[in-house]
């Protein structure tokens, strides 16, 4: 029997597209420096505009310092910061004391302005156990070498906040690469059902080592993979430090009154390589992508925008510039006189109580140490 | 004193930590109104509300970082794993992280967590329940891992591993979950962790074992006895760290010893009982310390198991062997 019934077509290309077109970029700052979104300017004094700026410049020569006392050999890993000031700094300026930061790897700057000493970043940089020696209400944890480890444990603080009834949030980074993993997809999955306080922010730079962001999936954006977890999911200009700091407010605000998770994906660009392990960006970047990028810098809008604000100047700028540098320098120079680690530091720093079989070393290793 | 399943005894210890102390949670797949897929956490979800005993998202490396995430808000995790054949999903967490938890924040954080899991053969079990993996947290500096052989134990050893400020792999065996009763206190009552228990003394050989085999090496130690050998069986209840004392001293007792486990030869932990003897006993020793152990393949199809998994026969042989070296 023939059929004149049309063929029911069950328009997924359709359904994909009307996701992918929800996730429009936020944008408030330009280029230029210019408001080109009134309605999500947010509300922030002069005060706390200038100290935004200086945290944004201060943690640029963090980044040029870092990368030169690591190509002297006075600091160890580094993983480059610069371009991801807005990304990094503006975020976690949103937060408050009692929220904890879940770090990557390259996300020393947050812990650092939540409280870590800088002296202990450099001993983590080099190395040495007393780098996160955790101070008394800095409320972090070490930056997460495990990519996508950070998420699931973010879940499970979040879940903690809410169980103490805390008005705090969960806040944790990954990469465009990270939201590849498994663990990315559980954590915020966990975190959605539970209901749980927790801000997660994938800072899509671009590339993970030299691998695209368009290599990791074939979504338009990753604030969408916020769809499968249930959660809501915001695309940022993560070179716009008012962007940033608007959509993590809200965010929070949302979390702490028991609205749940947010994905946000700040679509920013590293400027220098991986790691000062060897990566080598020009293997996989063009000198206009680059360029490209450095027209977009955060420092270079903020800056415009302040100073036509009348709230910023090459001499605060200057100010700030020798203030880090002479802060580094001294933080250096205490990362200098920690006292070299032995064997029986790192046995102490395992359990409550030595098990048998580390009280055996221990002994041994005293012994040695005592030579 | 009651008599009861070593499953009870496991439901008692929860039950008793869980109203010892308010920042103990139970959590896990199924193991909340459902009551767990082997009645483990029976009741608990009703006695204590969904606040302290929860169901998850099946996702066992979610479940790994959810506990962790729970530590730094001063909470005590007693999360369950299903099946440890599905710990390869949360190696990370267990091993990669909360192991390593307390040592690289320099002793400012620990992770008082105690992960529950059952495995074991003998119960025609699908693929990837019953395999002994307990060899791979043995290795992992930073954990202690218990495994109980009877209700007494499991009670007091259980209790031990909650309040342990350290994380703590709390193996279940199924086969012994409901193979018999056993008066266990119903009060609260500790055991130390990283302490054998020698479960039948003698005076010719040691067989040093844990889990299900240490019922079946009694059965060889009894046989054996009719043949007129004295066996002595050390139940190690923590394979991590393992009791040196109580084993070295019995070998020095005995000059005899083999080690006997259900996991194949080339994992579990009786190599590291072997070497641990070698290092420290040798001059006491009258032949080689010798193994019990399964084949080095993967763990059998069920209709397998009977011939793959060691059973009293083979401690018997093995121990002969010993003792007519």
Known sequence: MASNAKKVQFDAVKTLENIESQFEMVQVLNEKGEIVNKSAVPEMTDEQLEELMRRMVYTRILDQRSISLNRQGRLGFYAPTAGQEASQIASQFALEKDDFILPGYRDVPQIVWHGLPLYQAFLWSRGHFMGMQLPEGVNVIPPQIIIGAQIIQTAGVALGFKKRNKKAVAVTYTGDGGSSQGDFYEGINFAGSYGAPAIFIVQNNQFAISTPRDKQTAGATIAQKSVAAGIPGVLVDGMDPLAVYAVVKEARERAIN?????????????YGPHTMAGDDPTRYRTTDEDSEWEKKDPLVRFRLYLEKKGIWNEEKENEVIEQAKEDIKEA????????KQKVTDLMSNMFETLPVNLQEQYEIYTEKESK | MAQMTMIQAITDALRTELRNDENVLVFGEDVGVNGGVFRATEGLHKEFGEDRVFDTPL?????????IGLTTQGFRPVPEIQFFGFVFEVMDSISGQMARWRFRTGNTFNAPITIRSPFGGGVFTPEMHADSLEGLMAQTPGLKVVIPSTPYDAKGLLISSIRDNDPVVFLEHMKLYRSFRQEVPEEEYTIPLGKADVKREGTDLTIITYGAM?????????????EGHSVEVIDLRTISPLDIETIIASVEKTNRAIVVQEAQ???????????EINDRAILSLEAPVLRVTAPDTVYPFAQAEPVWLPNHKDIMETAKKVLEF
């Open chain 1, 258 to 270: 028991g609205g749940g998770p947010t994905l946000i994906e700040t679509m920013c660009y590293r």
């Open chain 1, 332 to 339: 250096i120079k205490k990362a200098d006189e920690a006292p």
């Open chain 2, 59 to 67: 996702a066992e490396s979610g479940i790994g970082g959810l506990a």
């Open chain 2, 214 to 226: 240490v019922h079946d090496s009694i059965k060889a130690a009894e046989e054996l006895e009719k």
């Open chain 2, 265 to 275: 030869k080339q994992a579990g932990i009786a190599a590291n009982v072997v070497a």
